[in-house]
């Protein structure tokens, strides 16, 4: 059973800092991973996609990293903002078969910045 | 492209009655997840659909839980004899499909709170 954890659970840094947020997972036959923002009451949003094969991805102040064989990831946020305060979800696909379908996620990071 | 929606976004029900959730994806998304997510916690798994087949259906959902997706384009969602432990929040996806890695998309989520 693929189990997914994030760490640290919560993160208070000043604005300007950069930061990196950390996931890992037990099993290593994924497909792709995921990381998703959350706002308080409110749906998920994608940020950043990475394939199996792939070892990073980019966007913006966004970078996120995958080291499939270790099961990690990491996701690095660059020049933090108050507006970048938010819950901070990794999520892996499973490679096939049952786990086709389903996304496992995290319990998140939650992020607060202050100004 | 409007976006995944999601209607009711609060709902507030007794133990016992019956609650149904609507969902309508991106309309050229041919794959539809519903999750659960409680306080505090990543989003769980519920089930998926691809046009209108179930294809893949959680341990989470008992027999109280039914989903369809009549035609393969907007799905839903009910609970029957609800339960407190039912209170979550429900969250739809939709992705493009026919690439294993596609985004998910999600919507805002309905809140269900079972008193």
């Known amino acids: 059973k693929q189990e997914v954890t994030q760490i640290p659970a919560a993160l208070s840094v000043p604005e300007g800092e950069n930061l990196v947020l950390n996931c890992s997972f037990t099993?290593?036959?994924?497909?792709?991973l995921q990381w998703f923002r959350q706002d308080p009451g409110k749906g998920l949003t994608s940020l950043l996609l990475?394939?199996?094969?792939?070892r990073e991805q980019t966007s913006g102040r966004l970078n996120a990293s995958l080291d499939k064989s270790s099961g990690r990831s990491t996701l690095y946020i660059a020049a933090s903002q108050p507006g970048d305060s938010a819950t901070y979800l990794c999520?892996?696909?499973?490679?096939?078969?049952?786990?086709?379908?389903?996304?496992?996620f995290g319990q998140g990071t939650i992020l607060t910045v202050h100004p | 492209d409007t976006g995944v929606s999601q209607d009711p976004r609060h709902k507030i029900t007794k133990r016992g009655q019956n609650v149904t959730f609507r969902c309508d994806p991106i309309?050229?998304?041919?794959?539809l997840y519903w999750y659960r997510q409680t306080l505090g916690q990543g989003p769980e798994f519920l089930t998926y659909?691809?046009?209108?087949?179930?294809?893949?259906k959680s341990r989470l959902l008992s027999d109280r839980f039914s989903a369809e997706r009549p035609k393969g384009s907007f799905s839903t969602l009910e609970i029957q004899r609800t339960e407190q432990g039912d209170s979550a929040m429900y969250l739809c996806?939709?992705?493009?499909?026919?690439?294993?890695?596609?985004?998910?998309?999600f919507g805002s989520g309905t809140q269900l709170s079972v008193l």
């Open positions: 099993d290593s036959a994924i497909y792709n």
């Open positions: 990475i394939q199996s094969s792939q």
């Open positions: 996806a939709s992705s493009a499909g026919g690439d294993v890695g596609e985004k998910l998309f």
């Open positions: 659909f691809q046009n209108e087949a179930q294809l893949e």
């Open positions: 309309s050229e998304h041919n794959r």
């Open positions: 999520a892996v696909r499973g490679a096939g078969g049952t786990s086709y379908g389903k996304l496992t």
